[in-house]
């Protein structure tokens, strides 16, 4: 078996010389896939399976003391993908400091200082991380709102919150930023929806107006087998699915929804409102509509979305720079 880079390790950049790597030689390494970078200036080898302690180890590098590991890091620490689309490939980990401690002013890593009781943190494999109810409040607070109820979504998911305790949780909060947005959000989170984009199509139509469907509702066919649909209305045999870029763009994937919903629907009458990013953000209001005309209810006007791109980063509270600190 070759050899590991610093023999599997995660190392820095600056580490990198001390290692026999020059700046070109990383370089070359990056692009022949022998290494992985774990965040900004932060590498492994790629031989080196992805874990929840290699990813530890790669944060302490460039965690400084005084700081709490929180927000996406946090969850991703946890083996969860809350990152908004388009922000993934960011890789600054995101910190936090107690008021009256010095700013992480760190090139590469995104810091502010917060209130944070000692009850929010846990010390995990030598990091301090804030807890799951304590990032799923955080990000439900400072996401973009579809953003932020797929993270949540996918804490409960996990098993890593109760709805419930989440709920009590934010009520409890006083005088945080996006609290109210948080209480809101907190009170649709649902533990069997199992995907972002189901996440973002059940807000959109919970916002529309209308009536909450049943996530991932199991129908079985007459022969015995199963078959889920995302987030109907049982009642009235409508179906809606969000059909997503990553599963649902391929011949295959789309051939088998075509076969699977014309089934259920020649089989016991469903009809199907599908959604797609394009339908669920932006200015298309089709999608609400076409589910309201089935449902005999008209929809309110959009909340979020119009003119939005997914990804775009939610403008911070009165300008504020991630890196000179937002309470809360």
């Not at 020059?22 to 790629?46: I, S, W």
């Not at 409960?156 to 409890?172: F, N």
């Not at 649902?248 to 919903?261: C, I, L, M, P």
């Amino acid at each position: 078996m070759p050899e590991l880079i610093n023999d599997g390790s995660p190392f820095t950049t600056e580490h990198a010389p001390s290692i026999g790597l020059t700046p070109k030689m990383l370089r070359l390494r990056l692009d022949q896939g022998l290494l992985r970078r774990e965040f900004r200036n932060v590498y492994v080898d790629a031989a080196v399976p992805d874990s929840r302690r290699t990813r530890l180890r790669a944060l302490a590098l460039v965690t400084p003391d005084n700081a709490i590991v929180c927000d996406e890091t946090a969850a991703w620490v946890r083996g969860l993908d809350v990152f908004a689309p388009g922000r993934r490939r960011d890789l600054a980990p995101s910190m936090l400091v107690r008021h009256g401690t010095a700013r992480v002013e760190r090139p590469g890593s995104s810091g502010r200082q917060a209130i944070i009781d000692p009850d929010d943190v846990e010390y995990v494999d030598g990091l301090f991380v804030t807890t799951p109810l304590r990032t799923a409040s955080d990000l439900l607070r400072r996401m973009y709102r579809p953003y932020a109820l797929a993270a949540a979504d996918a804490f409960a998911h996990a098993g890593l919150i109760e709805v419930d305790e989440m709920i009590d949780y934010v009520a409890r909060l006083k005088g945080y930023r996006g609290i109210v947005q948080a209480r809101s959000l907190a009170a649709v989170v649902d533990a069997r929806t199992q995907s972002p984009g189901e996440s973002w199509q059940r807000l959109r139509i919970l916002d529309a107006g209308l009536p909450p469907p049943t996530p991932q509702f199991e129908v079985v066919d007459d022969f015995g087998r199963s078959y889920f649909i995302d987030l109907p209305y049982p009642d009235v045999l409508v179906g809606t699915e969000y059909d997503g870029r990553e599963f649902h763009t391929d011949h295959g994937h789309r051939q088998h929804d075509r076969e699977r919903r014309t089934y259920l629907s020649d089989l016991y009458g469903w009809r199907w409102v599908i959604g797609t990013r394009e339908r669920i953000f932006g200015d298309d209001v089709s999608f609400e509509h076409e589910l309201g005309t089935l449902l005999g209810i008209t929809p309110s006007a959009r909340r979020w979305g119009t003119r939005r791109l997914p990804g775009a980063a939610t403008p911070s509270p009165r300008g504020d720079n991630p890196l000179l600190g937002v309470t809360g």
